[in-house]
């Protein structure tokens, strides 16, 4: 975790604040941007064409698991959960994720959800959505840390877990592990930040807006770590990872708890705002793609990307049943996505964004963006630059090397 924080401070905020540069000196989607900052050269267009390709599978396959969560809302409402012993869970799981119905219809419902959201923009869709989810996840994340750590002597265990550091587990593996998260933690490589970028107004500081967006991030995931593990050593469960650990053991820890059922739905609900938070982002960058370069209405953006999307994410969803032995590469279709994307698409995308900016695009125009114009004294500047042009690549390409390597 300090790990992953230090990342967060030396590589995620300047990368950040390097998306949201290129997005609002542009006023354009993340296509758009490059055409224009590199006075049409093709080249950088491609780049922009990059991001777009890593938002669309990132979506096809981030939707699957997004169906999941929503399956798990309706699931805990009706008390389908509670009272089951460990292995029908784990059944439950099982059955639900290699059924070849149910789990494309509820990543359907989530893709139309989101789609619904985008529909009606950027005002009166995205931000007035996040205005009353954003708030709503903070509390549902606060109620969720105060009773996951008033269950007793085993949520101390829990806390120790998290926090206590062993520093003879800081290894490379480690460290790469901490740099990769705060990469992909903060969406960089995408053109998710760029895209909104184009939205920030001129009189808004860059460096503050990614500085907070920095700290809420890690702020939201190590609450998230306190509403988990003191559960789950609480009850004696095993600290997996990924769908085993959400979709298994945090199931088998409210069914061990008081008013299990309650804390189940809340605890889902709260995962459903995140990833319909997530989702919003990543149907933006497609949506404004569609609706400044193709010129479609935002509606039809809307309908013809959610439909894409569903027609491709489906290959994802019946990779864990009826297509699980349909491998690209030795992997599944879904873990043939997450791959490419987590460990060349965005990484490559981010690496070739600091070249632009960092060795393309004018020095004198990046502090103009950063400065608001000159208006603001930026102190900081030149280690920013350096960050940019030395730092952020060598870390990218660590990233890149690893994962060829591994």
């Known amino acids: 975790m300090l790990v992953y924080v230090f990342f967060v401070i030396l590589i995620g905020v300047p990368l950040m604040m390097t998306e949201f540069i290129i997005?609002?000196?542009s006023q354009s989607n993340v296509v758009g941007a490059y055409r224009k900052l590199s006075h049409g050269n093709k080249g950088w267009i491609t780049l922009g064409i990059f991001g777009i390709v890593a938002a669309f599978l990132i979506y096809a396959f981030y939707s699957v698991v997004a169906g999941w969560t929503l399956n798990y809302i309706v699931l805990s409402c009706r008390g389908h959960l509670s009272g089951k012993e460990p292995e029908a869970i784990t059944q439950l799981f099982q059955s639900f994720t290699q059924d070849s119905f149910w789990p494309l219809l509820y990543q359907g419902l989530f893709l139309i959800l989101t789609g619904s959201v985008i529909v009606m923009g950027v005002q009166k869709g995205i931000e007035k959505i996040s205005k009353i989810l954003m708030p709503v996840l903070f509390l549902l994340l606060i109620l969720m840390c105060v009773r996951s750590l008033t269950l007793g002597a085993g949520a101390k265990e829990g806390l120790s877990f998290l926090f206590k550091p062993d520093f003879s587990k800081l290894n490379s593996a480690c460290i790469l592990s901490a740099l990769g998260q705060s990469f992909f933690s903060m969406s960089i490589g995408m053109g998710a930040m760029?895209?909104?970028?184009?939205?920030?107004?001129?009189?808004?500081?860059?460096?503050?807006?990614?500085?907070?967006?920095?700290?809420?991030?890690?702020?939201?995931?190590?609450?998230?770590?306190?509403?988990?593990?003191?559960?789950?050593?609480?009850?004696?469960?095993?600290?997996?990872?990924?769908?085993?650990?959400?979709?298994?053991?945090?199931?088998?820890?409210?069914?061990?708890?008081?008013?299990?059922?309650?804390?189940?739905?809340?605890?889902?609900?709260?995962?459903?705002?995140?990833?319909?938070?997530?989702?919003?982002?990543?149907?933006?960058?497609?949506?404004?793609?569609?609706?400044?370069?193709?010129?479609?209405?935002?509606?039809?953006?809307?309908?013809?990307?959610?439909?894409?999307?569903?027609?491709?994410?489906?290959?994802?969803?019946?990779?864990?049943?009826?297509?699980?032995?349909?491998?690209?590469?030795?992997?599944?279709?879904?873990?043939?996505?997450?791959?490419?994307t987590a460990s060349y698409l965005m990484p490559i995308g981010a690496l070739l964004m600091t070249i632009f900016l960092g060795w393309f695009f004018p020095k004198v125009e990046v502090k103009d963006e950063l400065s608001n114009g000159g208006t603001l004294k930026v102190k900081a500047f030149e280690l920013y630059y350096f960050v940019l042009r030395f730092i952020a690549p060598l870390a990218l390409g660590v990233i890149i090397i690893s994962g060829i390597a591994n």
């Open 23 to 25: 997005g609002r000196r």
């Open 194 to 340: 760029v895209t909104y970028g184009s939205y920030i107004r001129k009189e808004d500081k860059l460096f503050n807006t990614s500085l907070w967006i920095a700290a809420c991030d890690s702020f939201v995931a190590i609450l998230a770590g306190i509403v988990i593990f003191p559960a789950v050593f609480a009850f004696g469960m095993n600290p997996a990872s990924g769908p085993e650990l959400v979709y298994i053991v945090l199931p088998n820890v409210f069914n061990s708890m008081p008013a299990g059922t309650l804390f189940a739905i809340i605890f889902f609900l709260l995962l459903g705002i995140a990833a319909l938070t997530s989702t919003i982002s990543l149907l933006e960058i497609l949506v404004a793609f569609a609706v400044e370069e193709l010129h479609w209405k935002r509606s039809t953006a809307s309908i013809i990307s959610t439909t894409l999307v569903f027609i491709i994410g489906a290959f994802c969803t019946l990779s864990f049943g009826p297509m699980k032995e349909a491998t690209i590469f030795g992997k599944t279709i879904f873990e043939f996505f997450d791959l490419i």
